[in-house]
Structures are given as structure tokens and as C-alpha cells.
């Protein structure tokens, strides 16, 4: 009869070190939040921050880059007033390198795999001009509508410094050579769903995007 009750004892002594140590630990993992679809960055070489949106298994920044390159980069117009939207236009050889450490300069696969998720190239071009909308975009996997002028059409500033196309086109550059003297850009129009590849002379001007490296 001792037996049984210290068999029974035991039992529930068990029991009760098993929840003391699981329940804990069962409410630490509930507890612990989800791996956020958007946030900000702080580029630690001029405190400039940039959004950024997780889209798939990527994570894009939804700013153009600000990151001043010496005789490398520049303002639309080298007017300041329109790099808080638009970034600065940058040479191809300049866009190489231009993004912070643990981001870079998107590749051609990089920018296919982005417009397949999207709708492939005939859809794509306005969703990828509405992840400027951060939020929205960030919690329903849906574009928005652009209010005003999407970031991304940034214009061109041509070889000889004249600038043309601000509000109404733009284009990205894209990693990697093509040829000495051309390089590939991504590009995107106002009011359309279509995004296109390009090639232009690798001194014009053209906004950097950086992808988060995996």
C-alpha cells in the first residue's frame, strides 16, 4: 500500500517538473514575433534609411539610393530638392559597388525571380513601382494605388549632364558587364504594367536598388 501511494507521489511529481519546464517554454515560442515583411535600414556610412519589404524570399530596399559616390553619382538636375523621392542617378561602374554592406546591386535572375512572383513582365512593372507603399504592400502581398509619382521614375541623366524623364520614366541598373561601353538597366514607365530590360551608355545616370544578401 506504500508502495503504491509513493508510486503515486512520484507520479505526480513528475508531472509537475515536466510542466514547470515545458509550459515556460511553450509560451516563450508563442511569444516570439514573426519575422517582420517590411522594416527600415540605417546606412551606417551616412545614417541615410531606407524601407524595405520581403517579397518571396527577398528583401528589396523601396528607396532608391542616396549614397553620395564622388564624381560618380548625382541629385536629378544636381538639384537637391529631389533626392529625398528619387536618389541619385548613378554611373553603371558606380552602381557596382554603391550599396551598403549585406545589400548589393540586383542581378538580371534577381530582378527576373522579383517580376515572375509579380505577374511576369506584363504585370509586374506598376506592382514594383507600388512597393513604394511600404505597408500596404509589406501585409497583403497586393500593390496600391501610387499616389502621385512612384520612386522609381527617376528619369535619366545623360553622359554630357543633361537630365530628362523625371516623374514620367526611370530605370535601375542592373548587376554585371554586358559590354565595355553599355550596361543593363531595368525600366519602368507612368501607368504602365509592363517592365522591360534595357541596355544604355554606362555613363548615364540611372537609380541604384539594393537586395538584401541571403
Request: net charge positive.
Amino acid at each position: 500500500m506504500k508502495n503504491l501511494h509513493f508510486a503515486k507521489f512520484a507520479w505526480v511529481t513528475m508531472l509537475m517538473v515536466v510542466s514547470l519546464y515545458f509550459i515556460p517554454v511553450l509560451l516563450m515560442a508563442q511569444a516570439k514575433p514573426a519575422t517582420p515583411a517590411s522594416s527600415t535600414y540605417t546606412d551606417s556610412r551616412d545614417s541615410q534609411v531606407y524601407n524595405w519589404v520581403k517579397v518571396g524570399n527577398q528583401v528589396w530596399m523601396t528607396d532608391n539610393l542616396r549614397f553620395n559616390v564622388p564624381a560618380g553619382s548625382w541629385a536629378y538636375n544636381n538639384d537637391s530638392v529631389n533626392l529625398p523621392t528619387f536618389g541619385r542617378l548613378y554611373t553603371w561602374k558606380s552602381a557596382q559597388t554603391a550599396c551598403p554592406k549585406g545589400w548589393h546591386l540586383a542581378s538580371d535572375k534577381e530582378w527576373n525571380v522579383l517580376i515572375q512572383s509579380l505577374g511576369g513582365s506584363n504585370e509586374a512593372g506598376m506592382k514594383i513601382q507600388t512597393m513604394d507603399t511600404i505597408g500596404k504592400f509589406a501585409e497583403t502581398g497586393k500593390p496600391a494605388a501610387i499616389s502621385g509619382s512612384s520612386k522609381l521614375l527617376t528619369g535619366v541623366r545623360h553622359p554630357d549632364g543633361s537630365c530628362i524623364g523625371i516623374n514620367l520614366w526611370g530605370g535601375c541598373w542592373i548587376a554585371g558587364k554586358v559590354k565595355d561601353t553599355v550596361g543593363s538597366n531595368i525600366l519602368f514607365a507612368h501607368g504602365t504594367k509592363d517592365v522591360t530590360i534595357s541596355t544604355n551608355d554606362k555613363n548615364a545616370g540611372f537609380a541604384v536598388r539594393c537586395i538584401r544578401n541571403k
